[in-house]
């Protein structure tokens, strides 16, 4: 072996060494990196169920007695059926409110609003709008919707205050959800002569659905579990129902948008500021249950993604 082939050979040696170096030192920093990260997700893993499981322990006696589900507050036993009832019909009303007008934005913004600064400044006011406290939006929702629509304390007035925040959510999940679908979809839609309106309707809210539905249950349990904007607009009294009334607007009949409501978030923040003998109790009773209905709405959410992802997509 002469000497330029011994030249040419020791660099070639040492690349080599150097490589398998810098190899074994990115694999220990990938190490290092994935057991930081797991560790973090781990605690806070372990954190929120210590959360769920520690509420879970304090309140699901109280929750599992007789007729603390059936009951009213002012029962014997003490109970939190109109407080239930107000939460769930609460929250239908919003979503009657904020769904459909959501989907309307979202399907404008995506589909028919030309990209220029309007457009750029209306993302900007939504995402502000999804950034805004609640208890601000509450503030607002007292002076505007109370005092000047005249609405009063009233279920209207708590769901439109919610709508307010539910809405940017909404359209900023059912935007995405339009975005994801394929370009492809629109443009062999559209060459087979179909207008914007149609493919919209007939290719993109289909494709989109399971993404969308998914977002407007997990927003329902956000709203589900709201407390501060309610306090300032629906009120925080506990309610006096009669289920027999057919007078709409009695401030008894269940149904009356007009009247007062107290949902279950209101309720515990209720008891925990005026507590009485036996409140504690019925705060952790009241907490297990506003838990277990959000998240049954996680659950729900994926349950039905995962069933119209299959029934639409053919997946």
């Known amino acids: 072996m002469d000497n330029r082939t011994a030249t040419a050979q020791a660099p070639a040696a040492g690349a080599r060494r150097d490589l398998s170096a810098h190899v074994k030192r990115i694999g220990r920093q990938d190490k290092i990196a994935t057991g930081i990260l797991t560790a973090i997700v781990a605690f806070v893993l372990l954190l929120l169920a210590g959360i769920i499981l520690y509420i879970l322990v304090r309140g699901g006696g109280t929750a599992l007695t007789p007729g603390f589900l059936t009951n009213p507050s002012s029962a014997e036993v003490s109970g939190i059926l109109y407080q239930l009832f107000d939460s769930f019909y609460m929250l239908i009303i919003t979503l009657l409110i904020s769904v459909p007008i959501s989907l309307g934005g979202a399907i404008f913004l995506v589909e028919y609003a030309p990209d220029n600064w309007?457009?750029?400044?209306?993302?900007?006011?939504?995402?502000?709008?999804?950034?805004?406290?609640?208890?601000?939006?509450?503030?607002?929702?007292?002076?505007?919707?109370?005092?000047?629509?005249?609405?009063?304390?009233?279920?209207?007035?708590?769901?439109?205050?919610?709508?307010?925040?539910?809405?940017?959510?909404?359209?900023?999940?059912?935007?995405?959800?339009?975005?994801?679908?394929?370009?492809?979809?629109?443009?062999?839609?559209?060459?087979?002569?179909?207008?914007?309106?149609?493919?919209?309707?007939?290719?993109?809210?289909?494709?989109?659905?399971?993404?969308?539905?998914?977002?407007?249950?997990?927003?329902?349990?956000?709203?589900?579990?709201?407390?501060?904007?309610?306090?300032?607009?629906?009120?925080?009294?506990?309610?006096?129902?009669?289920?027999?009334?057919?007078?709409?607007?009695?401030?008894?009949?269940?149904?009356?948008?007009?009247?007062?409501?107290?949902?279950?978030?209101?309720?515990?923040?209720?008891?925990?500021?005026?507590?009485?003998?036996?409140?504690?109790?019925?705060?952790?009773?009241?907490?297990?249950?506003?838990?277990?209905?959000v998240l049954l709405f996680n659950v729900l959410a994926r349950v039905l993604g995962k069933f119209l992802a299959r029934r639409l997509t053919a997946e």
């Open 118 to 293: 309007v457009t750029s400044a209306a993302s900007t006011a939504i995402e502000t709008l999804s950034s805004l406290p609640s208890i601000v939006v509450g503030m607002f929702g007292s002076l505007f919707f109370v005092v000047v629509m005249g609405w009063g304390i009233s279920i209207i007035s708590g769901a439109v205050a919610l709508t307010m925040f539910n809405i940017p959510i909404l359209v900023r999940t059912i935007q995405q959800a339009l975005e994801d679908v394929p370009r492809s979809q629109r443009d062999a839609a559209l060459a087979m002569g179909l207008t914007r309106w149609e493919t919209t309707v007939n290719v993109l809210l289909p494709a989109a659905m399971p993404a969308i539905v998914t977002g407007i249950v997990i927003s329902a349990g956000r709203v589900f579990g709201e407390a501060a904007a309610l306090i300032f607009t629906s009120g925080s009294a506990p309610s006096r129902l009669n289920f027999a009334s057919t007078d709409l607007m009695s401030p008894t009949n269940p149904f009356n948008i007009f009247r007062p409501a107290c949902t279950l978030a209101v309720y515990i923040w209720r008891l925990t500021s005026e507590p009485t003998p036996g409140s504690a109790e019925i705060v952790w009773g009241t907490a297990t249950v506003l838990i277990v209905c």
